[in-house]
């Protein structure tokens, strides 16, 4: 037993007080009974006043145990941070074994950090705040944790040895429907220029528009980084922010996912490749490898495919606008749409002035560049002036609609597009419009100068099997066979016929619709005025409209059946009314025809002022050969990339008119071919063959268009004969004979050519 006497400080009224200490001793009697009481925890015979218990015997530890929350889960690491974290544990034993001794000093001040709470000495919200020692400790462990992560991370970071797929690029291959190649295609256009080669001008303007500290950067951007990881990560948007360096490594090295873990490899990839590589190489390489949309990557691409030179010709204007091409080709392309063309002419002056601000071009130079330098058209790379470049372009628009594919994406390349063209049926297609127009120039040099000839062949199961766009791609770049451009004319009234055979006829007000047939008789007679439920009908002038048969002939009572036979113009104009003009558009769109095309519902839609592409009027025929089924044109069947095959949606076949009446309206379009057409299929008009044919002629009253539209063994065509000065106007010019006549006419002829033989 010791004895203590405090006697450190007396206050008034204070009294000694004696502190009898038990110094524990071992325990000398093992043999003590369970339940014995020494007195060595009781307090009783040491003197010390202890707390009322209350008859509660759990100690204060206790009590502090029972409030403990119960552990939760540990939560697993991401795989990248978890490999992160066992090689900063390898690379770091070493370091750790040396600070051993530093650790176990600093050890029990370190403890002194350690939060107490409730704080004692403090009141209110303050007992639970650490304290100024606390903070700063939290602070530098903070600042300390996240450099040496930094560091790891920068040292675990390996430049990738493979380049990205875009190094090694595949042209997009096109197959005939027979699996031969039919083209090969270029879309990423790509040549390497030193930077040398390379105007400083161009490289400023780049600069300006992207990275203006490019040659001071570390290689990265922390304010850009930042403003990146919140935008990704906090708003869950995606942001830019990258320097030159960090947009090269996403190009070269990594994908374009905007994540946070392809953000912070980036990063740490771009930080190191700044130290090996010069800031040179660096953008030389970004150059080279940037997307420019067109289908080309690189500077010198660029300049070819927007202004026809060299990129050592350009000037810092024509520049600035390639450079405004980085930040998104599809939204600053100017050619696309007007929008573009505001966006592009807006940055383009902001580049001029950023580097009127930087110092790269003086403010008189700059006043030199007022004029947006406005680019080419189209691509001059793209076309090789072929008539395949036709079903290229038809074929590529469909496989990126289809497949949804964006443009950067298709023009990466290494698609095998496996095409509906018939390589047969092409060709005898091209060789059969080819010399229609050679005989077209022989005989009217001056007409044939504006002729156009559109002409398509579909099947019934909506396959585009061959197109005649123009004569050369390079000298037209659009596709006749998909040009929505002169009226239908009486090409248009068997989907009047089916609109009546299926929906039925009103005649009088408030009467109910009556069921029509081929037999049915309409007048037809020349100028008949066409009438409504409620009478007359009144066009805007204040007069009766009436309807007209080529050359002003009457027929007298017809059938209608016979009326599609011989086109007779004044019958289909009365059964439009009668049908409804709503119920004439809404067949003819069910059909194939698309719903730009069909015009206004007025009357003389019954007579063909509709404006049907040669692609559409094929399906829309082809609808009636289905069975009344009708399939979306198509013109890719499978699409594979590096083997693999890519997810294409293909076009379901919905019903359009019953079998019905796709049999009546094949019935009368195959007597209309025996009436024009007697000697057909070698005379033998009554063969099966023959009786499979049906078809077609399409005229209009102010003869602008010929067309020639029919069916033979499941496979439909349609031919149409134009003319329009392109460099004038986009109005249709009379044909002036250029068609023919009924007896020999040059649509005809070119549908017999391309669906021979007949028989």
């Keep these: 037993m ?22 524990r001793t071992p325990d000398r009697t093992p043999d003590r009974p369970p339940g014995q009481n020494t007195g060595q925890n009781t307090g009783r015979s040491t003197g010390q006043a202890t707390e009322p218990t209350n008859g509660r015997v759990a100690p204060r530890a206790g009590r502090r145990a029972d409030r403990r929350k119960p552990r939760r889960a540990k939560l697993a690491l991401p795989p990248a941070l978890a490999r992160l974290t066992t090689e900063a544990g390898r690379r770091l034993a070493p370091v750790t074994r040396r600070l051993a001794p530093v650790v176990a000093v600093v050890a029990p001040y370190a403890r002194k950090l350690k939060p107490v709470y409730p704080r004692p000495g403090r009141t209110g919200w303050r007992r639970w705040m650490p304290s100024w020692r606390q903070w700063i400790g939290i602070v530098f462990s903070t600042i300390g944790l996240t450099g040496l992560f930094l560091v790891v991370a920068y040292a675990a970071t390996d430049i990738p040895e493979n380049l990205n797929t875009y190094a090694t690029q595949q042209d997009n291959v096109y197959f005939w429907s027979d699996g031969t190649p039919m083209a090969r295609t270029g879309w990423v256009q790509r ?21 203006e500290s490019f040659y001071s950067d570390p290689g990265i ?33 990594l994908t374009q996912n905007q994540t946070v873990s392809r953000k912070f490899t980036e990063a740490m990839i771009a930080l190191k490749l700044d130290n090996r590589m010069s800031k040179d190489k660096i953008l030389e390489g970004y150059l080279n490898t940037s997307w420019f949309g067109r289908g080309t ?3 010198q691409r660029a300049a070819q495919a927007y202004y026809g030179k060299d990129v050592s010709e350009l000037n810092v204007s024509e520049a600035a606008f390639l450079a405004s091409l980085l930040k998104g080709a599809g939204l600053y392309d100017p050619t696309l749409n007007p929008k573009n063309h505001d ?11 950023r580097m009127v601000k930087i110092g790269k071009l003086s403010p008189a130079e700059r006043a030199q560049y007022k004029t947006f330098p406005e680019p080419l058209k189209r691509n001059p790379l793209y076309d090789t002036g072929r008539q395949s470049d036709y079903l290229v372009e038809l074929a590529s628009q469909y496989a990126k609609k289809a497949a949804h594919l964006s443009d950067k994406d298709f023009d990466l390349g290494g698609y095998q597009i496996y095409t509906t063209f018939d390589r047969k049926r092409e060709a005898t297609l091209t060789d059969v419009v080819t010399k229609a127009r050679k005989d077209a120039k022989e005989k009217d040099p001056k007409a044939a100068k504006t002729a156009h000839y559109g002409a398509a062949s579909v099947a019934a199961d909506g396959r585009i099997l061959a197109v005649y766009g123009g004569p050369d791609h390079r000298t037209q770049g659009f596709n006749e066979s998909n040009a929505a451009t002169v009226p239908a004319g009486s090409a248009f009234q068997p989907f009047v016929y089916a609109a009546g055979l299926q929906h039925g006829v009103v005649k009088r007000r408030d009467a109910p619709r009556e069921q029509i047939s081929p037999d049915t008789v309409y007048n037809g007679d020349d100028a008949v005025p066409v009438t409504t439920p409620e009478g007359p009908y009144w066009d805007r002038s204040g007069r009766k409209v009436a309807a007209h048969n080529d050359g002003k002939k009457s027929y007298g009572p017809v059938s209608l059946r016979k009326a599609l036979a011989q086109s007779v113009n004044t019958p ?3 059964l439009g009314m009668d049908t409804g003009l709503d119920q004439v558009k809404q067949t ?21 002022s509709s404006t049907p592409s040669a692609i559409r009027m094929a399906d829309g025929y082809a609808t009636f050969a289905a069975g009344g089924l009708h399939t979306e044109p198509y013109s890719v069947r499978r699409i594979t990339r590096n083997g693999s095959a890519v997810r294409l949606e293909t076009p379901a076949a919905n019903r359009a008119v019953s079998a019905q009446v796709a049999q009546q309206v094949t019935d009368a379009l195959a007597d209309a071919f025996r009436t024009a057409h007697p000697t057909a299929a070698s005379g033998a008009v009554a063969t099966p063959a023959t009786a499979m044919v049906a078809g077609k002629a399409g ?60 028989g």
Aim: aromatic fraction near 8%; hydrophobic fraction near 40%.
């Design 572 to 574: 289909f104009m009365q």
């Design 191 to 211: 040549q390497a220029m030193p930077l040398k080669d390379i105007p400083e001008d161009v490289r400023w303007a780049v600069l300006a528009a992207e990275n």
């Design 588 to 608: 003819a769109e069910a059909a194939g025809l698309l719903p730009s095309s069909i015009g206004p519902q007025v009357p003389v839609i019954s007579q063909g």
């Design 297 to 299: 990557y690189g500077i």
């Design 2 to 23: 010791q004895l203590k006497v405090d006697t450190l400080r007396k206050r008034p009224h204070e009294t000694m007080q004696l502190h009898i200490v038990r110094q």
């Design 343 to 353: 966006r592009a002419v807006e940055r383009w002056s902001w580049i001029l002035d």
């Design 221 to 253: 951007s922390f304010k850009g980084i930042t403003r990146a990881l919140w935008r990704t990560v906090g708003e869950g948007d995606t942001e830019g922010g990258s320097t030159i360096t960090q947009q090269y490594v996403k190009n070269v090295y």
């Design 699 to 758: 005229t209009t009253q102010d003869d602008k268009a010929a067309w020639y539209v029919g069916t033979a063994r499941s496979v439909s065509t349609a031919v149409v004969v134009y003319r329009m000065d392109l460099a004038k106007s986009l109005e249709p010019l009379p044909l002036k004979g250029l068609a023919g006549t009924a007896a020999d006419s040059v649509p005809y002829s070119i549908w017999a050519g391309a669906m021979a033989p007949l």
